[in-house]
């Protein structure tokens, strides 16, 4: 919403502030200023007021009003004029090519001057024919042989508008030599609406905040004023009838009919403020709904009267048997009826009769913007006998439209149903200023302050008559509220103490109807007596405000509106005074917490990705060769999404691990070596439920091992030990005693995939990929992946604490046993039965080889084991040792067949 | 046998002169002090002397033998310190040579921000809440105060799941915001005890969905964190003062903030509160919009609908509720000109944090 200073100023005296000052005010109190922009008032003289600020300032002394007195022929040049004009203290011969002055060309001295803003040699205004906003500086110069300091200006030298197809022409009120910045200098704040503020999508609206938060005086205009004079006629209650099917969707429709208008361009002053505003300038009578809409918020409607007394008169309204219809339609009477007679009949009752209905679906109604409208059933439309007009409250029919011929204006202000109105406008892409208002809710109160101010601009601007009386239909008044608010509710609320009195004189401000009374005696008991003094205010909003609840509701929003006057910047910051609540932390979130400060410390990154995603896209995980992603499509049921910005992003993710292999993927070139990790929810769709979130935990490593430097050149990459090691970095960090175990997974090699297990509980699952789907990405090397099944392991992880060994002070006994054993065998085998037989003076066990020769033979292999023996309780000799190595390999020979190697 | 032992001594000085390394040193040190060298023999030919000779030559050779050892360890010490000296002097590095590279592990900046908050809040006695991604729209609007086409809907662009409902409660979305947290807590909390619920004070981080064109300035998916504060003293002040606290412990002690009136359907009165601008000091640059104010977070004293959906008494209780987007804040730390470096995950990006 723009709000221009200079109309502000017709409903608050805003002398001694500045713009900015008013900007502030107003973007504290919840109207939020986005820019300024001036058009003539001096721009603000420090930078740091904090707004954006554009546009130009006009120079007292040197942009002024003039007039001219004569429009001669330039010698030299037939598109150019020479005006002789008169700036209030000189006569100037001043060189001008508008061409909204020729018709004035050569015809000698004028009947009355024409008054136009003047800028002098030396003034500073915008270049009329740059592209843009270029600011010149007006010099001598000669133009084809005549001399030329001064320019007569149109809006867009001034900064006004874009408009530079002709000059200004003032209204007559412009006095010669006035300063053009006192005449009609402005600025214009673009105000950012709120949801809850439609009350103040106009003018008079900001004034009455600028009163409330200035202390101010509200001046409200007279709506009365300008129509006693221009009544006449017959009442437009004789004539036209209204009729509404759904008062739930229309509350309220009103109508008032001005004859004998003469269509033209509206005052100076007007055209000026509805560009400010945003608005082009049609006619007198567009302008006029316009310019009421934008002054007190109503959006009005015109019709072409006659139009409609057209439409009705071959229309079939006054039949009430099927013959007539059919008379129309094939051209020839079944059944002759006196015509005349029936209309005669029908002009006893109103001639018109206007109705509130919704389309009935396949409807059509082309709308002044000249597009046919296929209308549905939710659609409401204003239809006369003929059928519809408008779409109600967005835009009206382009037949009853108002032309340069238009003599008779019925006018049309209505309360619509403002859910309706925004579906109705969304639905037809229609957003227009009416539905703007009308789709935050318009007062119905405002329909009746609408049509008056409407039709005295009206009367004004076209010296139309005004036929007496309004036709109102309103069967469903909006409930008025009455708020109770005790001096304890401000202080509950807002931590603030303001006697009432106050309050009522800040809500007053508003116009809320504010009265203070005695709390009841007879609801207190006796226990309660000394409290029965206490006062209340008794509170109602004013017939603009469809955004004050009822009950506590109602005072909240009260709260809200007391807090804005009072200034939220005024009301002191306090610390809490309730007790702490009970403290129940959240042992998931900390456990997920930690497995990221694991695997940071182990050296991965984190990485976040999108959750949406497509079903090809995780297929990808999946050997490309065969038929297994349409198997996995027929099993994996997607949470999928209604509405979408790109296929790609269609449903909710299954599978982390998918998300992290296309940011490796996406890196690959990138980095040389990557280790990344996710943790995040998947989504499992439940039927009509809420979809299951389970947590997960993807990491995937490829590249190097080492990472390239000056003086080592080593090119190895990550296996899957690599993988192994962190895996077993994390269980140990975890505290987590799992196993690992051959795994089958269709999206690792079949050789290098291991399940991670606690028991017989699988906690994921870890290897390289299968290269059948690294095939499906653009992988540079191989990539090692595991996903975890974070819903698994974070109950198991100790809530407490892991017991801690104690740590023996003697010396150990070290050894290496070196053992041959079956290729098959796995590892961990081995290693297990040491563990067990060592008990506990075997202090650690490292596998620290692992070899294969002739010498050892086919199929067996050497597993080199470093063990530490050592004691709590005293110092172990050689003999000790030997006793344990000795248990150790029988159990080895015994168990795994192994044999120990000299 | 003393001329012998003269000369000895002269001839052995003479050499160990002439050395200047440690292997001729130790081969020096075998032929002149060693077992065999003339010197030592000198004692072991002593029963061939005279008992006249014998005494003079001992002593001698004695001396000999003290002045070749001292004259040894001399040399030795020479030596090692002319060894160092000349490593030392050939031994330099070019310090200006990278350092060999350690893998770093790293969260992710969305993380480590929202971390920070929650770390922030939890000091000032807030916890963490979380709750889920899909929501039913009766969560995520209507017990917020969000009736279907109500016009804030319009201020939140909604992704719907497409799960054929058509009971327009049970309808899916993705949460346009973490306040359906702020149900579902005090819905949980209030079961627990109907009569008489506890005060509420938590966190709500999480990711919210926007139905938007990815852009250098918009993402479909970012992170929240509400805070919601509900008991039986609550008011207007406690959330300028709680805020302000935050916002000085985030931002520096100096941070100024400013308490503008705002609209949400869930709170009133609403707020916007800003701070002021960190990289012009208030002065108004590119970062604030020449505001001189950074929008930092939406809040607002709990609206009595919400209160009273949520299972707590409005007349009894008040609270208030906050709201700020932590990506929102490293883009303006940080100066990044670009939301979707943060679920882009380019690794030139992450590293940088
Ligand atoms: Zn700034």
Redesign the pocket.
């Known amino acids: 919403m723009k709000l221009p200073i200079s109309w502000l100023k017709d409903y608050v005296d805003i002398s001694g502030l500045e713009v900015i000052d008013l900007a502030r005010i107003l973007t504290s109190a919840g109207l939020e200023i986005d820019d300024i922009r001036f058009a003539g008032l001096p721009l603000p003289s420090r930078d740091d007021h904090g707004f954006k600020v554009s546009g130009i300032a006009w120079d007292r002394e040197k942009l002024v009003v003039a007039e001219i007195y004569e429009v001669n022929p330039h010698p030299n040049a037939d598109r150019l004029t020479l005006c002789d004009l008169f700036d209030g203290k000189d006569r100037h011969i001043v060189l001008t090519g508008a061409p909204n002055l020729y018709p004035y060309k050569g015809i000698g001295k004028l009947e009355k001057p024409i008054k136009v803003a003047y800028a002098k040699e030396g003034s500073t205004i915008y270049d009329g024919h740059a592209d843009g906003l270029v600011l010149t500086t007006l010099k001598r110069a000669k133009i084809r042989g005549v001399d030329s300091y001064s320019m007569v200006c149109s809006e867009k030298e001034l900064g006004i508008s874009e408009e530079h197809e002709g000059v200004i022409f003032l209204d007559d009120d412009a006095v010669a030599g006035t300063p053009l910045v006192d005449y009609m200098g402005d600025a214009v704040l673009e105000v950012s609406i709120l949801p809850n503020h439609a009350r103040n999508t106009n003018i008079l609206g900001l004034a009455r905040e600028v009163a409330a938060l200035t202390g101010r005086e509200l001046k409200k205009p007279n709506l009365d004023a300008g129509l006693m004079s221009a009544l006449g006629g017959q009442p437009v209650t004789d004539l036209v009838k209204i009729e509404i099917a759904n008062p739930e969707l229309n509350p309220r429709f009103t109508l008032a009919l001005i004859r004998d208008v003469k269509i033209q361009p509206s005052p100076y002053w007007v055209q000026r403020r509805l560009r400010l505003i945003g608005m082009r300038p049609i006619s007198n009578i567009v302008d006029a709904t316009n310019y009421t809409m934008f002054e007190i918020g109503e959006p009005l409607h015109a019709f072409d009267y006659d139009v409609l007394v057209g439409r009705d008169s071959i229309s079939p309204r006054i039949t009430v048997d099927a013959t007539n219809y059919a008379m129309f339609e094939i051209g020839e009477p079944l059944h002759a009826f006196d015509y005349d007679v029936l209309v005669g009949r029908d002009s006893i009752s109103p001639h018109i009769t206007i109705s509130t209905r919704t389309a009935t679906p396949g409807e059509k109604l082309t709308t002044l913007d000249g597009v046919e409208r296929t209308l549905t059933e939710t659609n409401v439309l204003v239809c006369d006998s003929a059928g519809p007009l408008s779409i109600a409250g967005i835009m009206g029919g382009a037949e009853s439209e108002v032309t340069d011929k238009t003599t008779n204006i019925l006018l049309e202000a209505a309360a619509w149903n403002f859910i309706n109105i925004r579906r109705t406008a969304n639905q037809h892409s229609l957003p227009s200023e009416a539905s703007y208002r009308f789709s935050r809710g318009v007062h119905p109160a405002l329909a009746i302050d609408g049509l008056k101010r409407c039709l005295s601009w009206m009367a004004q601007w076209s010296g139309g008559t005004i036929a007496p009386g309004i036709v109102d239909n309103y069967p469903l008044p909006p409930k008025e509220p009455t708020i109770e608010i005790r001096e304890s509710d401000i202080r509950r609320a807002l931590g603030i103490e303001i006697p009432l009195e106050q309050v009522k004189g800040m809500l007053e401000r508003l116009e809320f109807k504010c009265d203070i009374q005695p709390v009841d005696n007879s609801i207190l008991d006796d226990s309660n007596t000394q409290i029965s003094n206490i006062e209340y205010l008794a509170v109602n909003p004013p017939p603009i405000r469809l955004d004050i609840g009822t009950g506590i509701v109602g005072v909240a929003d009260v709260m809200e509106e007391i807090a804005r006057v009072y200034g939220y910047d005024n009301i002191p910051e306090t610390r809490m005074a309730d007790p702490l609540p009970p403290q129940r932390g959240n042992i998931s979130l900390e456990r997920e917490e930690r497995v990221r400060d694991i695997l940071a410390s182990l050296g991965l990154q984190e990485i976040i990705t999108h959750r949406m995603t497509a079903p090809e896209i995780e297929n990808r995980l999946l050997p490309s060769n065969n038929e297994s992603s349409n198997i996995r499509n027929s099993i994996i049921e997607y949470v999928k999404l209604a509405n979408y910005i790109t296929p790609e992003k269609r449903v909710m993710r299954r599978s982390v691990l998918a998300s992290v292999l296309n940011v490796v993927e996406k890196n690959a070139r990138i980095a040389e070596t990557m280790q990344v990790f996710e943790v995040g929810s998947v989504y499992i769709p439940v039927g009509g439920d809420l979809p299951l979130e389970p947590r997960r935990l993807s990491i995937a490593m490829t590249g190097k091992r080492y990472e390239s430097a000056w003086d080592s050149k080593l090119g190895v990459k990550f296996d899957f030990y690599d993988l192994k090691g962190l895996v077993e970095g994390l269980m140990d960090a975890l505290h987590l005693s799992v196993t690992y175990a051959p795994a089958e997974h269709p999206s690792f090699h079949p050789g290098k995939c291991a399940a991670v297990l606690l028991g017989d509980k699988p906690l994921g699952v870890f290897g390289e990929l299968h290269p059948l789907v690294a095939e499906n990405y653009d992988f540079v090397s191989p990539v090692l992946a595991a996903d975890f099944d974070l819903e698994a392991i974070l109950p198991l992880m100790p809530a407490i604490g892991h017991p801690v060994r104690p740590v023996s002070e003697f010396p150990p006994v070290l050894e290496d046993i070196a053992i041959i054993v079956d290729e098959n065998l796995p590892a961990d085998r081995a290693e297990a039965l040491i563990r067990q037989t060592g008990g506990k003076m075997l202090e650690s066990v490292r596998l620290f080889d692992v070899f294969r020769s002739e010498q050892i033979g086919a199929g067996k292999k050497s597993l080199a084991y470093a063990l530490v023996y050592r004691s709590y309780d005293g110092t172990l000799t050689d003999k000790d040792a030997a006793g344990i190595r000795t248990r150790i390999i029988k159990r080895l020979e015994m168990e795994i067949g192994a044999k120990l190697r000299s | 046998m003393l001329e012998k032992l003269n000369e000895i001594e002269k001839e052995s000085l003479a050499s160990l002169a002439a050395i200047e390394d440690e292997s001729a040193l130790e081969t020096w040190r075998v032929a002149n002090i060693g077992r065999s060298s003339p010197v030592m023999s000198v004692f072991s030919q002593m029963g061939s002397l005279s008992k006249e000779e014998r005494p003079l030559v001992g002593q001698r050779a004695n001396q000999v033998k003290v002045a070749l050892e001292k004259a040894f360890a001399e040399k030795q010490e020479a030596v090692k310190q002319a060894a160092l000296a000349r490593s030392l002097a050939t031994e330099k590095l070019d310090v200006t040579l990278p350092g060999r590279p350690v893998r770093r592990g790293r969260l992710h900046p969305a993380t480590q921000n929202l971390r920070r908050i929650l770390d922030i809040l939890a000091e000032m006695g807030f916890q963490v809440y979380t709750a889920r991604d899909v929501e039913s729209d009766e969560y995520n609007f209507q017990l917020l105060n969000i009736p279907p086409h109500h016009p804030a809907r319009e201020m939140q662009d909604t992704f719907y799941i497409d799960t054929g409902e058509t009971d327009e409660s049970r309808k899916q979305v993705l949460r346009t915001h973490t306040s359906p947290g702020q149900i579902r807590a005090m819905r949980e909390f209030s079961a627990a005890n109907p009569h008489n619920p506890p005060p509420i004070r938590i966190a709500l981080p999480g990711m919210v969905y926007r139905f938007e064109q990815i852009t250098a300035r918009s993402e479909v998916q970012f992170n929240q964190v509400e805070g919601l504060v509900v008991g039986e003293n609550i008011t207007f002040g406690d959330l300028k003062g709680t805020l302000s606290d935050f916002v000085r412990r985030m931002f520096g002690q100096n941070a100024k903030t400013r308490f503008r009136a705002s609209y949400f359907p869930f709170t009133e009165p609403s707020a916007e509160m800003d701070v002021e ?1 960190f ?10 919009k ?3 104010w ?1 929008e930092i977070l939406g809040c607002g004293m709990v609206h009595p609908d919400v209160l009273q959906n949520g299972g707590y008494d409005p007349k009894r209780y008040t609270g208030f509720a906050f709201g700020m987007g932590p990506e929102r804040q490293l883009l303006l730390r940080h100066k990044i000109t670009d939301i979707r470096y943060f679920w882009g995950n380019d690794m030139r990006f992450l590293e940088q944090f």
């Open positions: 601008c990289v012009c000091g208030g002065k108004g640059c590119g970062i604030c020449n505001s001189g950074l």
